[in-house]
Each structure stands twice: as C-alpha cells, then as structure tokens.
C-alpha cells in the first residue's frame, strides 16, 4: 500500500530498492561461497573481477562456458573453482 501510495504521490515516499540490492548481492555471495567452498566477505566479493557476461552482448553471442562434446556443463567445484 506504502508504495502504491508513493508512486501515486499520495502518500510518503518510499524508497526499498537498497532492500533489493542487498538481497540480490547476498545471493551473490552465497553462490561465491558454494561454488569456491569458501567463506566470503562482503568486501571481497565487492572487489571481485569475476565477470560471467558473454564477450559480446548480441541475441547470437555465445556464452562464457560451452557443454563439451557430451553436451555436458562443467560442474563447480568445492574448493577447486575459482568464485571470485
């Protein structure tokens, strides 16, 4: 109702999406921690170069990781996959 009433100008102003940003980075970290089997700081991944983007974004662009000849995905590993 508060945002309704806000993106009518009828009521306060509201404002949730740091709620959001914060939701969808700690999903971030949490596939950064499953993925590395590590723990992972808030800051580190922050600082992370990690990029999955394809090399050119176009509807044709292939992605970053391919199946291989099995039509398989490589599968992360604990420990062993790099994170971040």
């Known amino acids: 109702m508060n945002l309704q009433a806000s993106i009518r100008s009828t009521g306060p102003y509201v404002f949730d999406g740091d ?10 970290l949490g596939r950064m921690a499953v ?12 600082r992370s170069e990690l990029n ?3 090399a050119r974004l176009a509807l044709d662009a292939d992605p970053p990781v ?4 099995d ?3 490589p599968v992360a590993m ?5 994170a971040w």
């Open 19 to 28: 709620h959001g940003a914060d939701s969808s980075f700690t999903a971030v």
């Open 35 to 46: 993925y590395s089997g590590q723990a992972v700081k808030w800051d580190e991944a922050a």
């Open 52 to 54: 999955l983007l394809p």
């Open 66 to 69: 391919l199946p291989n000849t």
């Open 71 to 73: 039509g398989f995905y």
């Open 78 to 82: 604990p420990g062993q996959t790099k």
